[in-house]
């Protein structure tokens, strides 16, 4: 409930009358979330805007073999775990389906066999049990990750969007009043940091094993480009194919020595210019806007090296930092859970004939 209501300030309504707020509580409590934009099959449960139960099923190890996710297999994997995940979801959560007042699942962006799983199945449930449909926008589900848990952000805040598929600079004025500030115009964060692993002989998903052996190596080993656009764009391939150059320059017997020693060096070095692209233009925006409140999210906000740097610049330039515990920052159905609760007490409605968008912008 203080999440809602810190929601409710958030959209103006502070100067409303108690009993127009009451109105508005009175409306759905109890969500069900569906997440399965790419290959993890993922139901949360909110009631009352808290957080009850959050199920994650991960195909890693189906996809591990192929060094990424193969999207045939993954919407298998999804048909296959979808039932099972929902109702561990509704059992940790105490519920039946007919306790749940609406279904919010996400249908966009991500890979179209995936999204098409965990939306029919929402439809399906929507209108078996009589319940309202909701559907998220899997970026809205990220950008509204920072209020599963507390504390959250008031609004207007900056928020830092850096995944797989996408590195997004948005302000968010209000509940779902968003302004693109800025977009990768190639490789988002996440795509460069996997395809950079491939590079050194690492296994998927590359990022969180870029970030374990960063740790141990030197980030100044080598000097990698920091991209800089215009306005608050990023571009992240130049730094991929500068990797790419870097260990090409060596023949075969010496890039194996290389990797040998000075593996954790090479990605101490990646990452370090990967994070100071991310956080300069972070810097920029935060002095440009005024905004005092910023958020970090998606999957690679997990990444240690762009938490502490993150952090670093809050203290830096006074400004209060927001990011989600380290299971909501990958892809979860928490967040799909709370956005559909929030649009809910907003009224929203999906029809029916929602489609899956699998190029949903934002």
């Known amino acids: 409930m203080e999440t809602f209501r810190a929601f409710l300030h958030a ?3 502070r100067g409303f009358p108690w009993v127009s707020i009451r109105i508005v509580v009175a409306l759905p409590e109890v969500i069900l979330g569906i997440e399965t934009s790419c290959d993890d099959t993922a139901a949360a449960v909110v009631i009352g805007g808290q957080l009850s139960a959050n199920v994650v099923a991960s195909q890693q190890t189906t996809h591990l073999r192929y060094g990424g996710v193969v999207p045939e297999l993954a919407s298998r994997d999804h048909q296959r775990r979808i039932v099972p995940v929902v109702r561990q979801a509704l059992q940790e959560a105490g519920l039946h389906p007919q306790d749940l007042d609406a279904i919010a699942v996400t249908y966009g962006p991500g890979l179209v066999g995936s999204l098409l799983v965990g939306l029919s199945f929402a439809k399906a449930f929507a209108l078996g049990l009589g319940r309202p449909l909701i559907g998220v926008n899997h ?24 995944s797989g598929g996408h590195t997004q600079l948005v302000r968010v004025d209000a509940g779902f009043r968003h302004t693109l500030l800025g977009r990768t115009r190639d490789d988002a964060a996440g795509e460069a940091f ?3 692993a491939r590079l050194l002989g690492l296994g998927y998903p590359g990022g969180p094993e870029i970030d374990r052996l960063a740790r141990q190596g030197r980030p100044d080993f080598v000097t990698f480009p920091r991209p800089r656009l215009e306005g608050y764009d990023f571009s992240f391939s130049g730094l991929k194919t500068a990797v790419r150059y870097y260990l090409d320059q060596f023949s075969q017997a010496e890039r194996i020595r290389l990797l040998e ?10 990452q370090q210019a990967v994070v100071d692209v991310l956080i300069d233009t972070l810097r920029r925006a935060i002095l440009d806007t005024g905004l005092r409140h910023v958020a970090i999210v998606g999957g690679v906000s997990a990444n240690s ?3 502490a740097a993150a952090q670093a610049l809050a203290e830096s330039l006074d400004v209060q930092l927001y990011i989600p515990p380290l299971p909501y920052c990958m892809d979860n159905a928490a967040m799909i859970a709370i956005t559909g609760y929030f649009k809910a007490k ?17």
């Open 346 to 362: 907003s009224g929203w409605k999906s029809p029916l004939t929602l489609a899956a968008t699998p190029t949903l912008s934002d």
């Open 11 to 13: 959209f103006q309504l």
């Open 305 to 307: 090296g762009l938490r």
């Open 194 to 196: 996997d395809k950079v």
């Open 261 to 270: 020693q000075h593996r954790a060096d090479l990605c101490a070095s990646f």
């Open 139 to 162: 970026l809205e589900g990220h950008i509204y990750s920072v209020f599963i848990e507390p504390p959250s952000p008031p609004f207007p805040y900056l928020c830092l969007i850096v």
